[in-house]
């Protein structure tokens, strides 16, 4: 199994934690898992370097803060398995120029700052992902409903690829769990939680302080009418601090519906915001703690680095032989 979260931002956000880490953490019992940084992708839009740094070892202990234990998964950072890259060209060469110009999330971000003005990097984008999950021969990959499509991509290229050359990918499935795919920005519960939102107002960010996501929690838009009941299409914000609700205190949504069905919103959202406080609280300081030791942090990366390379360096290998390169031999061999 593997999954990766992008470093570009000051810190993750509840949709990352909600849709993709709980299930990294619920998994990696289960599954041999591989959990990374993917700094190669971050690079793809305009960014300052010396940021980047510092958040990838952010990233790092919010994964970690986050439960994911690296006694049990290899936590690490893409550019240090260099394989991630090397694969990706070799997929390049099996991707239609056609169908990764159908990529929605690509259409999406170089709409925001106008076609001309987004990178080669940003097209090519999904075929390194491709690569992240095809290097490690992964069945699963936990993600959010957003990343569906790229998993598409990546089953489409080994398929393709298996078929030209010979078995030689795994092919893998998106893991998504469809209760928490999802989550809404508070601010506007018709549009994914982002941290590329302009405003952060309704983004709870994993470095929030308490106070600061309470506040976020009881400023979120809610629905017209006063009626607290689950429902996504009618109720799309309320439907929201439901699901977090449950995510949170793990109660069921309808628990939480019968407790709150008499009262109004402001009663949810009240309540809501201390479970959040709290939650962020916890996370923060836990983050906080790892971040104090870079040492330990960047022994805890290398050392995944390594396991991932048991995997990936072989991968790559017969990825090379199939394709029909000639394997480099020492002078005199
Ligand atoms: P990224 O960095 O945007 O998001 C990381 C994970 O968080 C999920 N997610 C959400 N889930 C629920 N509600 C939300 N509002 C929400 N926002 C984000 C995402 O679906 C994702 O699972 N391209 C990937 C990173 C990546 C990757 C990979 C993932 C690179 N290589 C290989 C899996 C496998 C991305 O940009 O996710």
Same mark, same amino acid.
């Given at each position: 199994?593997?999954?990766?979260?992008?470093?570009?931002?000051?810190?993750?956000?509840?949709?990352?934690?909600?849709?993709?880490?709980?299930?990294?953490?619920?998994?990696?019992?289960?599954?041999?898992?591989?959990?990374?940084?993917?700094?190669?992708?971050?690079?793809?839009?305009?960014?300052?370097?010396?940021?980047?740094?510092?958040?990838?070892?952010?990233?790092?202990?919010?994964?970690?803060?986050?439960?994911?234990?690296?006694?049990?998964?290899?936590?690490?950072?893409?550019?240090?398995?260099?394989?991630?890259?090397?694969?990706?060209?070799?997929?390049?060469?099996?991707?239609?120029?056609?169908?990764?110009?159908?990529?929605?999330?690509?259409?999406?971000?170089?709409?925001?700052?106008?076609?001309?003005?987004?990178?080669?990097?940003?097209?090519?984008?999904?075929?390194?992902?491709?690569?992240?999950?095809?290097?490690?021969?992964?069945?699963?990959?936990?993600? =959010?409903?957003?990343?569906?499509?790229?998993? *598409?991509?990546?089953?489409?290229?080994? %398929?393709? &690829?298996?078929? #030209?050359?010979? $078995?030689?990918?795994?092919?893998?499935?998106?893991?998504?769990?469809?209760?928490?795919?999802?989550?809404?920005?508070?601010?506007?519960?018709?549009?994914?939680?982002?941290?590329?939102?302009?405003?952060?107002?309704?983004?709870?960010?994993?470095?929030?302080?308490?106070?600061?996501?309470?506040?976020?929690?009881?400023?979120?838009?809610?629905?017209?009418?006063?009626?607290?009941?689950?429902?996504?299409?009618?109720?799309?914000?309320?439907?929201?601090?439901?699901?977090?609700?449950?995510?949170?205190?793990?109660?069921?949504?309808?628990?939480?519906?019968?407790?709150?069905?008499?009262?109004?919103? =402001?009663?949810?959202?009240?309540?809501?915001? *201390?479970?959040?406080?709290?939650?962020? %609280?916890? &996370?923060?300081? #836990?983050?906080? $703690?790892?971040?104090?030791?870079?040492?330990?942090?960047?022994?805890?990366?290398?050392?995944?680095?390594?396991?991932?390379?048991?995997?990936?360096?072989?991968?790559?290998?017969?990825?090379?032989?199939?394709?029909?390169?000639?394997?480099?031999?020492?002078?005199?061999?």
């Amino acid at each position: 199994m593997l999954s990766g979260a992008q470093p570009t931002a000051d810190s993750y956000h509840l949709g990352n934690y909600i849709g993709a880490f709980r299930q990294w953490v619920a998994l990696q019992d289960e599954f041999e898992a591989f959990y990374f940084i993917p700094d190669l992708h971050a690079i793809t839009v305009e960014y300052d370097p010396a940021l980047l740094r510092e958040r990838t070892y952010v990233a790092a202990a919010q994964m970690l803060a986050a439960g994911v234990d690296p006694s049990r998964s290899a936590l690490f950072v893409q550019s240090h398995v260099p394989e991630h890259a090397q694969l990706a060209w070799v997929l390049g060469g099996v991707t239609g120029f056609g169908e990764a110009s159908r990529m929605t999330q690509f259409k999406d971000k170089s709409a925001r700052g106008g076609q001309d003005s987004a990178s080669v990097g940003l097209f090519t984008y999904p075929i390194l992902m491709a690569a992240d999950i095809l290097v490690y021969q992964a069945d699963k990959v936990p993600v =959010g409903e957003d990343q569906r499509q790229h998993v *598409e991509l990546t089953r489409n290229l080994a %398929q393709r &690829f298996n078929h #030209r050359f010979g $078995e030689t990918f795994t092919v893998p499935e998106a893991h998504i769990v469809r209760a928490t795919a999802k989550i809404y920005d508070l601010q506007d519960p018709t549009s994914k939680m982002s941290g590329s939102s302009a405003s952060h107002a309704g983004v709870i960010d994993l470095s929030d302080t308490a106070k600061q996501a309470a506040k976020k929690v009881r400023s979120a838009v809610t629905d017209s009418g006063a009626e607290i009941r689950f429902d996504p299409e009618q109720k799309p914000g309320i439907s929201n601090l439901l699901t977090i609700f449950s995510v949170l205190t793990d109660r069921s949504v309808d628990d939480l519906v019968a407790e709150f069905a008499d009262q109004q919103y =402001g009663h949810l959202k009240v309540a809501l915001g *201390e479970v959040v406080g709290d939650f962020v %609280q916890q &996370f923060g300081s #836990r983050t906080r $703690e790892l971040l104090e030791d870079r040492g330990e942090l960047d022994r805890i990366l290398a050392e995944g680095a390594a396991r991932a390379r048991e995997v990936a360096v072989p991968t790559l290998a017969a990825v090379y032989e199939a394709s029909g390169f000639v394997a480099p031999r020492p002078a005199g061999a």
